[in-house]
């Protein structure tokens, strides 16, 4: 006997190329603000976005649509690029995305790369001033308090206006902590700034290699940080080369990058470096850098 559900599975199996060539005509903009939606069905989503996910079905047909569009993404140019990736971190998904560290604050801030942090500050042994890059909505700061890191100065930097609106809301009665929405070249060429400790964490493998470079380059050359603590994912099997692309998470476009070749071109030696493997084929580099003539 055949089981409805059976049927069911096999209409929507015939089904997954119509979907594939509805995406490929779609406009970009509405399959980006498409592809970084959050389909947890603990948040509590617009009824569009309920509509959405009972059409598209959950998990699988997200995955097709997120290979339609990075099969888009590759074939841009690095300015086109550049341009999609920020016209994804201004909508709202990267919101729904952030607004998941405020939900559990305690399992978030016991994260590694905290540790690191508080290791860090107690080497350096004086209330620390912390540049963020990819800020979003200011969690790293909260798990910061929350882990007990005092800090003198905190700026951080992202290019999504409503996550920074939302930090300043969060922490207006912190006269040390500064938030700014600008492209984080535009904001390290602007500032005359410096800090103990730059922290980065899922971030720079959004960025592409030139961007990334330039980026480093310049934080050397101001000295804007003499130490970077940074937390990235790479694929194991692209670590030795230059950077190439490759799927973590799906959306927007992800660069596996050779970190320390990066770092070691701009004068950063590597502490404490714990590349580990997370799942087959895909690494987390946890690293403190330290600035060779700092
Ligand atoms: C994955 S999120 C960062 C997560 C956060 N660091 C954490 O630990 O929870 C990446 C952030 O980088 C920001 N971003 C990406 N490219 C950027 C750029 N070129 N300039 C400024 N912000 C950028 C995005 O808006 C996004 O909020």
Redesign the pocket.
Known sequence: MVSIKSIIKTVIYLLKPAYAILFRAMPLKLLLYLAGMDFGKDLNHPLRHKILFLLLGGSVHLDLLKKVLKKRYCKMTLSER?IC??IF?QSGS?MQ??QR?FNDPQRRCNHS?FNLMVTLYKRVGRPVSVL?????NG??LSCLQLRGVKVSKYCG????GD?INKAKLRFEKHNNAEFVK????E?LNSTNDFFDILF????FF??DQE?LEELIHIISRKGIAKRILVFETHSTSHYSKQSVLFSACGVPLEYSHNYPSIFNKQNYRIENNSSREVKKGISIFEAVLIHSLG
Do not use: H, M, P
């Not at 980065?200 to 971030?203: G, I, M």
């Open positions: 550049r990736n920020e971190w990267s995305w952030a560290a790369s963020e890059l990819g800020c979003t969690g790293t930097v992202d290019i999504s996550n600008k492209d984080f070249i904001y980065v964490r899922w971030t959004y960025l961007y």
